[in-house]
């Protein structure tokens, strides 16, 4: 699966805004300045702050709910007695005056600029206003384009259309756009983040559940009180495993659960697996995507210390850095090839190390390319396999 570069999207947006600020520090130049240094200052403000709001409201691209909130806040950007938001097929939101008069008529209007995907100039006649105290008397309606398609457009009606109102809707419309572009990398994201979620329950080793309950069968006889708690630490560890929940989940909860698998699994190699935590307090309730060092831990007892004749040990520690936790999943096992890692971790190579590829790409989608795994590992040495994630990331949090 393709990683998504998010910081791209975020220049998108960023540049936008700035152009977007810049068109409105000369088009409402004569904001009072209330309290502030400069009219200068008054104007960024109150610019950047409608659009925040508006921005809230966008992250479902041009839906009904959202965009009747976001469109107060971008009618304000534009100072305009009115504004409308339609889209392909109807008006989407009306803010101001005209709403039993004008807006009837809004998406009509904007068909030549969904045809066409041009900036449309309407005066007279052309805006149907038969009410001759109605400020309302000409209108800019421009498109709303994402990946050079038209999907929307915004209508600006005041007493006037200048020059300066024509930019200035359209830095406005420039601006919706790069919103609703980044609401669908975000909804892809989660997608993807879904997909890979399947991906790793799908990947739970079959040869992991039967030798779990083979192991438990072995205690049957000879240790019942033994046996009742391995099926117990078995069904919490398949319980979430395979819940439902959201895309994260705290530091502490993962390592239970870690914990959980372990102890399975030392029912059936007994003296060869040793483990050794380590575990800053601090980090517990930090949050981090789901099933993220479970797998690790099950590709170091599979692939690192199955193979091995002698004894193992795995030490998994989470350390407090500072902003970010380290954490890493060692083995003295039989390591691998760094190229085949390699390839894994690129997408290029089709493994039964079990997450390494998943965990990676996942790790990659939530903090960026920067925080992807890190793996130690030559043939007969051992493996180390590290990251780091921040201990706040927006977003990423423990759905209640």
């Known amino acids: 699966m393709p990683y998504v570069h998010w910081p791209t999207a975020a220049l998108t947006v960023g540049v936008a805004a700035v152009a977007l600020l810049l068109w409105f520090l000369v088009w409402r130049r004569r904001v009072p300045a209330r309290g502030y240094v400069s009219v200068a200052d008054a104007t960024t403000y109150e610019t950047l702050h409608s659009a925040s709001e508006a921005a809230r409201h966008l992250g479902d691209g041009l839906s009904d709910d959202g965009t009747e909130k976001a469109a107060p806040h971008l009618r304000a950007m534009l100072g305009t007695p009115a504004l409308s938001i339609c889209d392909l097929n109807s ?225 998994l520690t989470a350390s407090d850095r500072g902003h970010d936790v380290e954490i890493s999943v060692e083995d003295d096992g039989v390591g691998a090839d760094p190229d085949h890692i390699r390839r894994i971790l690129d997408g290029q190579s089709r493994s039964n190390s079990i997450g390494l590829g998943n965990v990676d790409a996942r790790l990659r989608q939530v903090y960026g390319d920067e925080r992807g795994l890190v793996v130690e590992t030559a043939p007969d040495a051992g493996m180390k396999v590290s990251f780091t994630v921040p201990k706040y990331t927006p977003g990423v949090h423990v759905a209640a």
């Open 91 to 315: 008006l989407v939101a009306w803010d101001g005056l005209g709403e039993h008069g004008h807006a009837r008529h809004a998406h009509a209007q904007a068909r030549r600029t969904l045809d066409s995907g041009r900036s449309v100039v309407l005066q007279g006649d052309a805006v149907h206003c038969t009410d001759v105290d109605c400020p309302i008397r000409a209108a800019v309606i421009t498109p709303i384009i994402t990946d050079d398609l038209v999907v929307g457009t915004i209508g600006a009606y005041g007493p006037r259309a200048s020059a300066g109102l024509v930019r200035a809707t359209e830095e406005v419309a420039t601006w919706v756009a790069a919103q609703i572009e980044l609401s669908e990398l975000g909804r892809e994201r989660s997608r993807a983040m879904e997909a890979e979620l399947r991906a790793l329950r799908a990947q739970i080793s079959p040869h992991f559940i039967y030798n779990s309950l083979g192991a438990i069968a072995s205690f049957v006889r000879t240790d019942p009180d033994r046996a009742r708690e391995l099926l117990l630490e078995f069904a919490d560890f398949t319980r979430y495993a395979l819940r439902q929940g959201g895309a994260y989940t705290s530091l502490a909860e993962e390592l239970r659960n870690v914990e959980r698998y372990l102890v399975l699994e030392q029912a059936r190699f007994g003296d060869r697996l040793s483990i050794s935590l380590a575990v800053d307090r601090e980090v517990l309730p930090v949050a981090l995507p789901y099933l993220t060092i479970q797998p690790l831990v099950e590709n170091a007892v599979r692939h690192g210390l199955a193979a091995k004749s002698a004894p193992g040990l795995i030490t």
